[in-house]
């Protein structure tokens, strides 16, 4: 079923507590909260907004995310201890399986995107399913004469 309704994330009190596993906190104690905000039909991407205050956490990414940052400031270091400052209006991109260290000095707030990557597998099989379909619907929109190709 679609969900054919606006929604809207405007106010701080449109989230809803999201703790951070206790495990990955290493500084401070960063309170989280998101909002759901709309679904893919096929079920393989949302899309949140999330909301956090001070505090250094490990990040433990379980599918893939673009973010990006609506409101403060975060310093976040990849895999290879390299430090990225980020500010509102930037952008990231955090691959499945992938861990980043945040520092949130004060406050930070981000709209995500979350997807729930394949296993190349169904790629494969997702690619086949396309081809055939496309050359079923150009076979027919040729009156079903695939020598006109």
Not at 26 to 31: A, C, D, L, M
Not at 35 to 58: E, L, P, Q, V
Not at 65 to 75: F, H, K, M, P, R
Not at 78 to 106: C, Q, R, Y
Request: proline share 5%; hydrophobic share 40%; glycine share 6%.
């Amino acid at each position: 079923m679609i969900d054919n309704h606006i929604k809207f994330a405007c106010a701080a009190d449109d989230l809803s507590p999201a703790p951070i596993d206790p495990s990955w906190i290493q500084e401070g104690n960063p309170v989280a909260r998101i909002k759901f905000m709309s679904g893919s039909s096929d079920g393989m991407a949302n899309t949140y907004i999330w909301d956090c205050t001070a505090g250094r956490f490990n990040w433990k990414y379980a599918f893939d995310e673009t973010a990006c940052l609506l409101q403060g400031a975060i310093i976040v270091k990849d895999e290879k201890g390299v430090a990225h400052s980020l500010k509102a209006g930037d952008t990231m991109f955090f691959p499945a399986g992938s861990n980043a260290d945040w520092i949130v000095a004060d406050y930070v707030r981000k709209v995500a995107i979350l997807r729930n990557p394949l296993s190349p597998r169904l790629v494969l099989i997702a690619r086949i399913y396309s081809k055939l379909k496309r050359m079923i619907s150009r076979d027919n929109s040729n009156g079903g004469n695939p020598a006109s190709f």
